[in-house]
């Protein structure tokens, strides 16, 4: 049992240093992008419509493993039902992001939150808006070359409140300061 124990601990030693060997010493920086989302939003598990918002990313990464971030998307496509359109109008977040250098190239992170965001129908007799606010979390992968830009890959809980189920699928293009 001792034997598997140092087995562990000595591989956990040999993948954390070999993730800071892979990443080198590591400098601050701040950071700016785009961000494009894909959003599903499942309504009382009756229906389910998808939505595309544009917006802006905006951090700083103070550690090797953690960095605050900012965002805010606005709405370019809805979806409609029987003639209703359902649209996420925009999204603004603020995230504290827990970084995991994985290889020199690649980091993988958890993102941990509050944002609001805001709904509208219109249609048939209906205008209505609302906009309410949650805590927001996701996963994600960050990929570069050893450049400033880096292509990030993620899923984010937008909203779950009220039969309201809220996903987004994020392709961010940021640039590192």
């Not at 030693?13 to 400098?27: D, Q």
């Not at 007799?125 to 996701?138: E, H, M, P, R, V």
Request: aromatic share 14%.
């Amino acid at each position: 049992m001792a034997k598997h124990i140092k087995t562990c601990v000595a591989g956990i030693l040999l993948m954390v240093s070999s993730s800071v060997y892979a990443k080198g010493s590591f400098e601050d920086y701040g950071y700016i992008g785009l961000g494009y989302s894909y959003v599903d939003a499942d309504i009382g598990g009756i229906t389910s419509v998808d939505n595309s918002l544009l917006g802006l990313v905006g951090g700083y990464r103070f550690h090797k493993n953690f960095a605050v971030e900012a965002r805010g998307y606005g709405n370019i496509s809805n979806d409609s039902i029987l003639g209703v359109d359902i649209q996420i109008d925009h999204s603004f977040s603020l995230f504290g992001k827990a970084v995991l250098p994985v290889w020199k190239y690649l980091d993988i992170y958890g993102l941990l939150g509050f944002g609001q965001i805001k709904a509208s129908v219109t249609g048939q007799g209906y205008n209505t808006s609302d906009s309410d606010s949650d805590f927001q979390y996701g996963i994600g992968a960050a990929f570069n070359k050893g450049n400033p830009l880096e292509l990030q890959l993620e899923w984010v809980k937008w909203y779950d409140n009220d039969g309201l189920d809220v996903n987004g699928v994020n392709l961010n293009l940021v640039w590192n300061l």
